[in-house]
């Protein structure tokens, strides 16, 4: 699977939108883009995912770049539960099933 | 969503012994569940995938012998860490994957079980 490249940590205040980049310039065409995001002391959880379109579900949306090779996880109103690590993991379709997940963004969010 | 739980949540053991997670899907089967493991401050690290009625397959480092892993059921996995010493201290989390006939499925995780070994 193809690698994907996060910033370590951000910031922002309860009640505003959060935009979470990630890079992926080495995706290929049967990359699916998942996103996972890990509460502290929990397993990880699913957020979303997509392929090429713009993807919404009721916690978050998912911005695609037309050229695939980067994505956004955008939360439209940060609340302190969305304080967590998220993980940008590229998924070929029909692959092993594995998830090799990176390093993560630290989001933590501010009252 | 899919539940997926673990039992126990944490354990502290002493050194030498032998310690037994268990990994269950509560409302759907798996054929597949795989072994993270995670040390503070660090991502997850993926151990081994447990098959169904199969061997499990270790990832590369992961020694086979100290981590048993067997997949007894469609809906439960046990990891069983052996001869466990202070550096296998982690917290270790399965997951399992619900494939519902869908072409893109996808993975739930457990809570995971914090390890410690005095």
């Known amino acids: 699977d193809a690698k994907t490249t996060q910033p370590n940590s951000m910031e922002s205040n309860e009640e505003e939108p959060v935009h979470l980049p990630c890079n992926h310039s080495?995706?290929?065409?049967?990359?699916?883009i998942h996103w996972y995001r890990q509460l502290p002391s929990q397993g990880p959880e699913y957020v979303i995912h997509?392929?090429?379109s713009n993807v919404n579900n009721r916690m978050a949306s998912l911005a695609i770049a037309e050229d695939r090779k980067s994505s956004t996880l955008i939360l439209h109103r940060a609340t302190l539960r969305d304080a967590a690590v998220y993980y940008c993991?590229?998924?070929?379709?029909?692959?092993?099933?594995?998830?090799?997940f990176g390093t993560g963004t630290r989001l933590q969010v501010f009252p | 969503g899919a539940v997926v739980s673990q039992h126990p949540s944490w354990v502290i053991c002493k050194s030498g012994t032998s310690v037994k997670i268990e990994c269950r899907s509560l409302?759907?089967?798996?054929?597949?569940m795989f072994w993270y493991r995670q040390f503070p401050k660090q991502s997850l690290m993926l151990m081994a995938t447990s098959n169904e009625g199969s061997k499990a397959t270790y990832e590369q480092g992961v020694e086979k012998d100290k981590f048993l892993i067997n997949h007894a059921s469609l809906t439960l996995s046990t990891l069983t860490v052996t001869s466990a010493h202070p550096e296998d201290s982690s917290f270790y989390i399965c997951?399992?994957?619900?494939?519902?006939?869908?072409?893109?499925?996808?993975?739930?995780f457990g809570p995971g079980t914090r390890l410690t070994v005095l």
């Open positions: 080495t995706i290929s065409g049967t990359d699916y």
């Open positions: 997951s399992a994957r619900d494939i519902s006939g869908r072409a893109i499925d996808t993975q739930y």
């Open positions: 409302d759907f089967q798996a054929t597949t």
């Open positions: 997509g392929l090429t």
């Open positions: 993991i590229l998924r070929a379709l029909y692959n092993t099933d594995k998830l090799i």
